[in-house]
């Protein structure tokens, strides 16, 4: 599709893909399938809904639900007013939800009660102390103190919150807003409005707000949709949750070229088997060893992986299959609204390129600098990667920018890479305290606060071991409490009840004090340490053999 003007703001890219593909499916389920027309119209009506509850541009919009009709209307219905809209996790235990909550000083809630075996009553209730005293009315919680509605989709007896269904109703009253009204709050949404928070691990024990701007949401995944081949007629199934930077901006990704978003009714592999092939799937967007899993699970059942793209193997222009090395390995993260460097999908790298994330896309500015003086290191020296410009977030909300950027703009990622002289970024470690596993970051710093508050724990070091399918896994290593002997199996049970599950430790080894690896000033050797806990896994499991 063509437009003289791209689209800066949501209700103008609504507006256009209403315009040109009304008629075509924009949403798929098991149960039902919405039309550009279709999705205009929930979006409107959860919109003006927003707007009878009080809700206006800037109004704070937490969403907490799976993939789905329910998450995407209720997340573009947000977005159309000008409403800063808060992704929540489906994983989020007590305290990350009370956390996210609170950090993000959300006004309306609006989500599912259970989903798979999490029952959200339980999680809400236990994340906000006091949620029930004043009821769904009076809403005065001070772990959230500006919390004011709960919108379930099932409230049924329930004191503290109301069923989405009768948010809905507010939009049919007689007083409530219409159509006009909703078209002018729409024309004061500007490109440059904060729309999105998303919470992702960061360098601290507690999670980053990552913020992201209307532009960022509608200007750069037509980017992206180039990178990843997409076409209007493409159906397209994100194995990612959209509550994730990866999967909201696939979302983005396919709306913003008229093409078809199918959602499974859950993540479990029969289920999303059972959609592509009712739903006629004929795109996958996954990665790691979900893919690894999806692939293995869709050739058992006889399923032709090799006619969807992003579950087959890869392949160039001319169809010829692109070995591993040197297909695009493209590299983002949440502050960059996903790549920000890459090739498109059939492009085949030169073999002297092997390995290689690509160049920079969208005119993202980019320098690789020492870590310790900030000065710019040499073409193909490794150093840290600074970015600025295209669609890097707004900031961390309710951080003074100073902390977050440099005098002149950049961002500091804190990824280790080298980008050679014809602009191919190499990536080679992350700094710090950050694990990528699973398409997901996650703070050693965070586990480890998490393993420390266990009785039974007096040291806990947490690091990322390299693994073929998952990037990086999460590892620990445990000094126990004197007179206590924990067993793994019995921490990673509790680790289960304040951390989500993808930031579990996958494997804990005990060690004593004299085996921590440390300087003469008492500093942890992490590199050092990280030897020792893979020795330690590998003679485990050789003593398992």
């Not at 149960?31 to 707007?51: G, I, Q």
Request: one cysteine or more; charged letters at 25%; a negative charge.
């Amino acid at each position: 599709m063509e437009a003289t003007e791209p689209a800066s703001t949501l209700p103008a890219l609504l507006a256009r893909l209403v315009a040109e593909r009304g008629e075509h499916d924009a949403i798929v389920t098991a149960k039902e399938t919405l039309s550009y027309d279709e999705l205009d119209r929930r979006t409107a009506r959860m919109a003006r809904a927003f707007l009878a509850a009080g809700a206006g541009k800037g109004a704070r919009i937490a969403l907490m639900a799976p993939d789905g009709a329910l998450w995407i209307t209720t997340f573009l219905a947000g977005l159309r007013i000008g409403a800063l809209v808060t992704a929540v996790s489906t994983l989020s235990t007590p305290s990350e939800l009370a956390h996210i909550l609170r950090n993000s000083d959300t006004q309306l809630l609006v989500g599912v009660r259970r989903f798979l075996h999490h029952d959200y009553e339980a999680t809400l209730s236990a994340a906000l102390p006091g949620l029930a005293d004043g009821g769904a009315d009076a809403l005065r919680v001070t772990a959230a103190p500006h919390l004011r509605s709960v919108w379930l989709d099932d409230a049924q007896g329930l004191a503290w919150a109301r069923p989405v269904a009768e948010l809905l109703a507010r939009a049919e009253a007689p007083d409530a807003p219409d159509a006009t009204l909703l078209a002018a709050a729409e024309r004061e949404v500007a490109p440059g409005d904060d729309a999105v928070i998303v919470y992702t691990s960061g360098s601290t024990a507690l999670p980053k707000a990552v913020v992201h701007t209307q532009w960022n949401l509608t200007r750069h995944p037509p980017e992206l949709a180039r990178l990843f081949l997409l076409r209007s007629s493409d159906r397209m199934l994100p194995h990612l949750p959209a509550f994730w930077l990866g999967g909201m901006a696939m979302a983005l990704e396919v709306l913003s070229v008229g093409a078809a978003l199918v959602y499974p009714e859950s993540p479990d592999l029969d289920a999303v088997l059972d959609t592509i092939e009712q739903c006629g799937v004929n795109r996958v967007n996954s990665w790691g060893d979900l893919l690894v899993k999806l692939r293995e699970a869709a050739t058992a059942r006889g399923i032709d992986v090799d006619r969807i793209v992003g579950l087959g193997p890869f392949r160039d222009a001319r169809g010829e299959l692109i070995p591993e090395p040197l297909q695009s390995n493209m590299l983002g993260m949440s502050e960059t609204f996903a790549v920000h460097s890459g090739e498109p999908l059939d492009v085949r790298l030169p073999e002297e390129k092997a390995g290689a994330s690509g160049r920079a896309i969208h005119g993202y500015e980019r320098r690789v600098v020492d870590p310790e003086t900030g000065e710019a290191v040499p073409a193909g020296e490794v150093g840290e990667l600074q970015l600025r410009g295209a669609a890097l977030m707004s900031g961390f909300y309710k951080v003074d920018r100073r902390r977050v950027f440099t005098p002149d703009g950049f961002y500091p990622t804190g990824d280790l890479v080298r980008i050679d002289a014809d602009g191919y970024l190499y990536f080679v470690a992350r700094r710090g305290d950050m694990i990528k596993t699973r398409a997901a970051n996650v703070s050693r710093l965070e586990v480890e606060a998490a393993l420390l508050g266990l009785p039974e724990v007096d040291l806990a070091v947490v690091v990322g071991l390299p693994d073929p399918e998952l990037g990086q896994r999460v590892v620990a290593a445990v000094v126990p409490v004197a007179g206590t002997e924990p067993g793994e199996e019995g921490l990673k049970k509790a680790l289960r009840d304040v951390l989500s599950s993808y930031k579990v430790p996958r494997q804990i080894v005990l060690v004593s004090h004299g085996d921590v690896p440390r300087t003469s000033t008492g500093k942890l050797k992490l590199f050092e340490m990280s030897a020792m806990i893979e020795e330690r896994l590998e003679q485990k499991g050789n003593a398992h053999d």
